[in-house]
């Protein structure tokens, strides 16, 4: 087992390894003690893991009552968020009682977000399912739910009390899932890491244990340096802003990690094309992108990404802030204003 100790406003651990479900009431209970908890999850993540986390709590001493939603990016709304939180109400938890997170992004956001807003915060454990949500959104205390307007526009940071990555649950990901996931750590790999980047050319599933570790330990590095997003952490956003663009115009139907991999392109393609980069860099990424069979393309208008790009939540003004890689293994960051984004899109899109 691995431990990686993020140091924010709140201090807590990530715990990586295989097991864990099983072992998870005791972990927590030494976290955040005993008391009731909600399983908040969906409806597959339900078949698979959530009678073993149910059984671990009660072992544990914990009373459990459990919410279910449907699988999918489009239950990250107000409304659920309200939902999570009357189910908690009606309920009668207290600040001293736990939600626990049990799925992908998708649920972690949600649930998360929920418990930041209920009783202006409720102890949180996040239990992420997928590799996305185990090397990124279960880490860093960002929570959020999508508006109309664009992804993840009402939200919150709110830091969990404990993470727990049982790597065991990612033997059950589909290929194309799993795969979404390598997209996030590709991303470290580019704005962190050269290191990671080499070691992703051999494969994952080998060493994927020490590699969701050299994940989160990076975000954990820029976390505790910037919390808030209003700087260093940025870099995190490498791919995400013509990604969102993806995602939102194509209702979901590709998944984040899918779209942050043709984000990536996009933003390589243009930053060797505006001499931040040299033509290698944009090789490398986008060839071990389509080794992990990921698109790198888009159908979409410059003026389609443009139009997520406004309401994106990096936007400060008339500018917003750019990711471009300047090595494998280094990004920064760049602001731009909207005709220049216009202009850098109309770059990225000219893939070679």
Do not use: W
Request: glycine share 8%; hydrophobic share 40%; proline share 2%.
């Amino acid at each position: 087992m691995k431990k990686v100790s993020v140091h924010a406003s709140k201090e807590y651990d990530v715990l990586i390894g295989a097991g864990l479900l099983e072992t998870a009431g005791e972990f927590a209970k030494k976290v955040v003690g005993t008391g009731k908890s909600a399983i908040i999850t969906d409806d597959i993540v339900n078949t698979l893991y959530a009678d073993k986390l149910t059984y671990s709590l009660e072992k544990s001493g914990f009373t459990v009552i459990k919410k279910v939603f449907p699988n999918g990016e489009n239950v990250k709304t107000p409304e659920n968020t309200f939902e999570i939180i009357n189910f908690l109400a009606e309920n009668r938890f207290t600040r001293s009682d736990t939600v626990f997170a049990l799925g992908g992004g998708t649920i972690g956001d949600l649930a998360g977000f929920a418990s930041s807003v209920f009783l202006r915060g409720i102890n949180l454990v996040q239990l992420p399912t997928t590799l996305l949500a185990q090397v990124d959104s279960s880490v860093g205390g960002k929570t959020a739910v999508n508006l109309k307007a664009g992804k993840n526009l009402a939200g919150s940071f709110y830091q969990p009390d404990l993470v727990l990555c049982d790597t065991d649950t990612l033997s059950s990901l589909p290929e194309n899932i799993f795969n979404s996931g390598c997209a996030e750590v590709i991303k470290y790999g580019v704005i962190a890491s050269k290191e990671l980047f080499e070691k992703l050319k051999d494969g994952t599933k080998n060493d994927l244990e020490q590699i969701i570790a050299e994940c989160v330990q990076i975000k954990s590095d820029i976390v505790s340096v910037d919390e808030h997003d209003r700087g260093l952490r940025q870099l995190l956003n490498f791919g995400h802003t013509a990604g969102h663009a993806v995602e939102r115009f194509t209702d979901f139907a590709v998944s984040h990690g899918e779209a942050v991999a043709i984000g990536m392109v996009i933003a390589s393609c243009a930053a060797y094309k505006s001499g931040y980069c040299e033509k290698n860099v944009y090789d490398e990424i986008k060839a071990l992108l389509v080794n992990y069979n990921l698109p790198v393309s888009t159908d979409l208008t410059v003026e389609q990404l443009l139009d997520s790009a406004l309401s994106d939540k990096k936007r400060e003004g008339a500018t917003i802030s750019l990711v471009i890689p300047e090595y494998i293994g280094k990004a920064v960051t760049k602001k731009v204003s909207i005709t220049e984004l216009a202009d850098f899109f109309k770059l990225g899109k000219q893939v070679e």
